[in-house]
């Protein structure tokens, strides 16, 4: 009976994705469907005969990556350079939480709830693994940001275009920068525009010293003007803010690590409870459900509010 229970459960959560996904019937853009077909270096040519390929995923890309929610996952895996299709990105969350929803139940006393925290953990887990490459990536592009500044003042110094400037960059730094840059000079060579290029490369890496250097360049080759000097200054601007920032980050590291920890302390005490002696943790539930809703409201008002505090405390901004 478990196990029809928790089959049937999963069975739900799966169509309820399904449903939703299909129901946001909102055009992805032609351009970037088209320009996917010459920007994506890591595609083999025929790949879309692969024989390996399963069914549901082939049936699941083609609508949805039509859907506003499918662009957007598509952008996040494109901020943090994972190689998925959104097809394949929701197959490895109904794989997590399938594999989290038997694990959990195996070592949970065969508890149907046990098996809903595993479901629940794997529908998070695939996620917060994509936020954290995101940040990750933003950072590392942030640090390299004032590098690219200074070879491309130094390109336009030497006479190159701002095009040629941007193609050295590709070729001459590490990645992520030059993976990025080396996309906007493909976008520029089937014929888009600079702008409409720099404003997909800030769609794709959300930063804010990026901007900055976006915003100088439209200005200039709208009004004229040395952009090399401007970079220049830029480039200082931003060499700093990175200094300072590193060195706030390394002040408040302690206080946003504190602050995270304390804070999942008592979740982690919870589950470790539960799956220990679930009948004591079932003991609180005695007081009536309006008394054990109070406890919960209590708890958690309690954790999310130390919690802001402590990141409040930590953000200072630059």
């Known amino acids: 009976m478990n196990w029809v229970i928790i089959v049937g459960g999963l069975i739900l959560i799966v169509l309820l994705i399904i449903g939703v996904v299909v129901s946001s019937n909102s055009e992805r853009a032609i351009v970037e469907e088209r320009l996917s077909q010459y920007l994506d270096d890591e595609k083999p040519n025929g790949g879309g005969n692969d024989p390996q390929r399963a069914v549901i995923t082939e049936w699941v890309s083609r609508r949805v990556e039509k859907t506003s929610f499918g662009d957007r996952i598509a952008r996040d895996l494109a901020r943090a350079d994972l190689k998925f299709k959104v097809a394949e990105y929701f197959v490895l969350i109904l794989v997590a939480m399938l594999l989290g929803g038997l694990v959990a139940w195996f070592f949970g006393n065969h508890h149907p709830v046990?098996?809903?925290?595993?479901?629940?953990?794997?529908?998070?887990?695939?996620?917060?693994?994509?936020?954290?490459?995101?940040?990750?990536?933003?950072?590392?592009?942030?640090?390299?940001?004032?590098?690219?500044?200074?070879?491309?003042?130094?390109?336009?110094?030497?006479?190159?275009?701002?095009?040629?400037?941007?193609?050295?960059?590709?070729?001459?730094?590490?990645?992520?920068?030059?993976?990025?840059?080396?996309?906007?000079?493909q976008e520029m060579q089937i014929g888009i525009t600079m702008e409409t290029a720099l404003q997909n490369l800030l769609r794709r890496i959300p930063s804010e010293d990026l901007d900055f250097m976006i915003t100088a360049i439209n200005v200039q080759r709208e009004v004229g003007g040395n952009l090399a000097e401007i970079l220049d200054n830029i480039s200082f601007t931003i060499r700093e803010r990175v200094r300072i920032k590193g060195e706030v980050r390394v002040l408040t590291s302690q206080v946003r690590t504190s602050g995270s920890v304390l804070s999942l302390i008592p979740f982690g005490l919870t589950l470790i409870l539960w799956f220990l002696n679930p009948e004591y943790l079932m003991s609180a539930t005695q007081g009536g459900p309006l008394c054990t809703a109070a406890i919960i409201c209590v708890v958690l008002g309690l954790i999310g509010s130390s919690y802001f505090i402590m990141m409040k405390i930590a953000d200072i901004e630059v």
């Open 114 to 185: 046990s098996a809903l925290i595993g479901v629940v953990a794997g529908a998070f887990a695939p996620s917060i693994y994509v936020k954290g490459q995101q940040k990750k990536r933003l950072q590392k592009f942030n640090d390299q940001l004032s590098d690219v500044l200074n070879l491309m003042v130094n390109g336009l110094r030497a006479g190159y275009s701002t095009m040629q400037a941007m193609e050295a960059i590709s070729k001459e730094l590490p990645p992520p920068i030059s993976d990025e840059f080396r996309r906007v000079v």
